[in-house]
């Protein structure tokens, strides 16, 4: 894992809170693009349209991004979850608070995420999707903090992004108490943010 570089911090709708920018937002949608032409070929020759997976609401802007790139049709599903455990760490342990609209029984899906950190919400998400019986089940992740790499979810993980520091992050749907989801790269907030 390396540190990527500090760039400089583009205008943007929170003064200076942003400290510095960890992926730009050209840098964001050339990879996107990247992944979306892996999809595009693995499923090309699919009867049925794919299904996305996005987990509220961190995943928002990457969805979106990644179907518009994709050079085959897909469909979107939302899940909204809620993990069991502190501010900080997550137990493992998931609510669903909203599921599917549809079933994705015989259905090539993947599921899009934004960020594995401990990575035990997506373990989970992959459990409880695999019982649903889909035809394959695939993991596309935006971004990736080091302590993931400790989790089992090298045989899902079709294609990660960016492996980032452990820093917690903001922007591209990345919220700090809600705030800076909008904002069109990643970066890491200046800690006077967080007192
Ligand atoms: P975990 O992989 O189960 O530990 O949790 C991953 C979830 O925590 C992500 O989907 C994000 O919603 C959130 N998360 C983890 N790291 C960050 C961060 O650096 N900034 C913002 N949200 C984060
Ligand atoms: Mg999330």
Known sequence: MTTPPARPVPANAYGDDVERVLVTEDELHTRIQQMADKVSAKFGDEDDD??????LKGA??????????????????????????????????VRILKDLDRDITGRNVIIVEDIIDSGLTLSWLIKNLKNRGPKSLGVVALLRKPDAVKTKLDLELQDLGFDLPNEFVVGYGLDFAERYRDLPFVGVLRPSVYR
């Not at 794919?50 to 987990?55: D, E, F, Q, R």
Request: glycine share 8%; net charge negative; aromatic share 12%.
């Open 50 to 55: 794919i299904i996305l997976i996005g987990v």
């Open 60 to 93: 928002v802007f990457f969805i979106t991004d990644f179907a518009r790139a994709l050079t085959i049709p897909s469909q979107m599903e939302f899940m909204a979850v809620s993990s069991y455990g502190n501010q900080t760490s997550s137990s493992g342990v």
